[in-house]
């Protein structure tokens, strides 16, 4: 073998060996930089929200493994920073009012609301106000679309702060061990709505009762108000979208201006339902479940509908 093939041959071999060197050097440098941001965010907690967040944080009780994080992937380190982050926007930026925190209860629940603003920054404040707002404070498990799975980082950024894919299974087991599990029966049609059909409810999907019976978890219903005008959504191409792969492709205009990337700073109000028990057959026929399904839609709908005949001001 001539000494140009020799050297090929070593370079050939000593490539993967490199690779999962660089790897595992990457993999180091990236712990790193995530533990000092950690340790950022947990400075910032003290001078954005004060200390309460730390007595809060330790309030929640979290069964962890030997890896550090629960049996979904929730780590407390990232759901602190997500938590920073959320109460930031919740307290400062978007000045939610809370109302009806009382009527949350101990042990299992399912949260059940509507789903708008393009973003889900609603479930992001919905969970900050659990965590900031409601004795004893509460970490939520948000059901998350299955796409989601599939962006780079979103996917660990979801499990490590306590948000699962939205399948029945990850529901069933959540609420088995006493989680506050937040879903949006809308889901992607909900999120997704144009200007012009804001605070306008779509189908509820049946498979969130079919749960709530079957783990015996009362249902919240819940009417966040403030997302619709946070994004003004002109138009959807759900053309675009299907070749895109997306589940939705909306048409903002204020992207086009200066600092229209950020949502405008409306102002939420969320509010808290009392609890709905319903009783029966999970695996009762459709037209039964759809009739207590409606039951949970009309409420949120006449709460949405009180809520936006009280608030004065979009903004204020």
């Known amino acids: 073998m001539d000494r140009p093939s020799l050297r090929a041959l070593v370079r050939a071999k000593a490539t993967p060996a490199l690779a999962a060197a660089l790897f595992r050097e990457v ?10 941001a ?7 907690a003290h001078a954005a929200l004060g200390d309460d967040i730390e007595a809060r944080m330790k309030r929640v009780p979290v069964a962890l493994g030997q890896a550090g994080v629960d049996p979904f992937g929730l780590d407390p380190r990232w759901t602190k920073w997500a938590l920073t982050s959320s109460g930031f926007l919740h307290r400062h930026y978007f000045r939610t009012e809370v109302f009806g925190a009382e009527n949350i209860p101990k042990g299992r629940v399912m949260l059940v609301s509507n789903h708008s603003g393009q973003l889900p920054v609603d479930g992001a404040l919905i969970g900050a106000a659990m965590f900031m707002d409601v004795e004893p404070p509460r970490f939520i498990r948000a059901m998350v679309e299955k796409w989601t799975q599939t ?18 299974e990850n529901a069933r087991r959540l609420l088995e061990q006493d989680e506050a599990l937040l879903v949006f029966p809308e889901g992607v049609r909900g999120i997704s709505k144009t200007f012009d059909h804001r605070y306008q409810l779509t189908d509820f999907g049946l498979g969130f009762m079919r749960l709530a019976i079957a783990a015996r978890a009362p249902i919240i219903p819940v009417a966040c108000i403030g997302g619709e005008e946070q994004y003004i959504a002109v138009a959807n191409l759900t053309g675009v979208a299907r070749l895109l792969g997306l589940p939705s492709f909306p048409i903002m205009p204020q992207l086009l201006v200066p600092g229209g990337q950020l949502p405008l700073p409306t102002r939420y109000r969320i509010y808290f339902g009392e609890p709905l028990h319903f009783d ?16 949970v839609r009309a409420t949120i709908q006449s709460m949405i509908n009180r809520g936006l005949k009280a608030r004065p001001h979009v903004f204020w």
């Open 38 to 44: 950690l340790d950022a965010a947990s400075g910032w």
């Open 151 to 168: 962006l780079p980082f979103v996917s660990l950024l979801f499990a490590r702060v306590g948000q699962v894919v939205g399948v029945p």
């Open 27 to 36: 993999q180091a440098r990236t712990g790193k930089a995530m533990e000092r």
């Open 280 to 295: 029966g057959d999970p695996d009762d026929d459709d037209a039964v479940i759809e009739e207590k399904v409606w039951l």
